[in-house]
């Protein structure tokens, strides 16, 4: 996996535009969430499992989950928020300390189903939730990862509040989206979800109290062709003593 410290906006793609889905706009919040929840428990959430192989997602995500990368040693207390068939949950099992608490969220319980199945073991503890209604206390967790969950949100700052709540001042959130490009739109129309711009995530990360640390790429081959979304680690600032904000490192 290679990583650039610069975020970088896209061009504006019009067939983007044209073929991403476009169910968002046609429901209200409510019914969009109930599509979700019931897409996700049906074929397409067994789906999911297929997907992950072919765009390498599967076969790469332990180089993501690396020291190297985005690193979780010492992270006490680990959320993988829309967790969906546990897999990132296997490399967060993998990679977490022995005494770390890890817990995963998911909003369809078919999704959580498929996890227990998968990760065989009983380590992390599993909720069904909304990520925009997380049921922990503020500043709960060290690290954070939320994949593939944004783009179903009635917008991503809906998602990155609260996920900024629930982080501890200093913690690290690994925010995974389908990017506006043409692979992300096409996409878009299987998942019923929005494309997402770098430069608005970024403005939506600032607004919500969380700093643009570093952007990953799954293989150099991903990042020539703009493929495999948008994968960036978030850090969320230390508090001085004073109760004023430093930026963290």
């Not at 993998?94 to 227990?116: F, I, Q, T, Y």
């Not at 939320?146 to 917008?155: A, F, I, K, Q």
Request: aromatic letters at 8%; one cysteine or more; a positive charge.
């Amino acid at each position: 996996m290679t990583d650039s410290l610069a975020p970088a906006r896209p061009k504006e793609l019009g067939i983007s535009t044209w073929l991403a889905s476009k169910e968002m706009d046609k429901r209200d919040p409510v019914s969009y969430r109930e599509l979700v929840k019931r897409y996700y428990s049906g074929p397409a959430g067994w789906f999911t499992l297929l997907t992950g192989w072919v765009t390498g997602h599967e076969s790469l995500a332990d180089d993501l989950f690396s020291p190297e990368r985005f690193d979780i040693t010492g992270c006490k207390r680990v959320l993988d928020a829309g967790c969906g068939n546990g897999r990132y949950l296997r490399f967060l099992q993998k990679r977490a300390d022995d005494d770390a608490m890890l817990v995963g969220c998911d909003l369809s319980p078919k999704m959580l189903e498929r996890a227990r199945r998968r990760l065989k073991s009983d380590r992390p503890c599993l909720y069904s939730a909304d990520v925009t209604r997380l049921p922990f206390g503020d500043e709960s967790f060290d690290a954070l990862v939320c994949g593939w969950v944004l783009e179903h949100l009635p917008t991503i700052e809906a998602g990155l509040a609260e996920l900024s709540r629930v982080l501890r001042p200093g913690g690290k959130l690994l925010v995974l989206t389908t990017e506006h490009t043409i692979s992300g739109a096409i996409c878009s129309r299987v998942y019923h979800s929005r494309t997402t711009r770098r430069g608005d995530l970024q403005t939506a990360a600032i607004r919500c109290g969380l700093g643009w640390h570093r952007e990953y790429w799954w293989s150099k081959l991903h990042r020539w062709l703009r493929l495999g979304g948008i994968v960036v680690e978030l850090r969320k600032p230390q508090r001085e003593a004073t109760g004023g904000e430093v930026p963290s490192v």
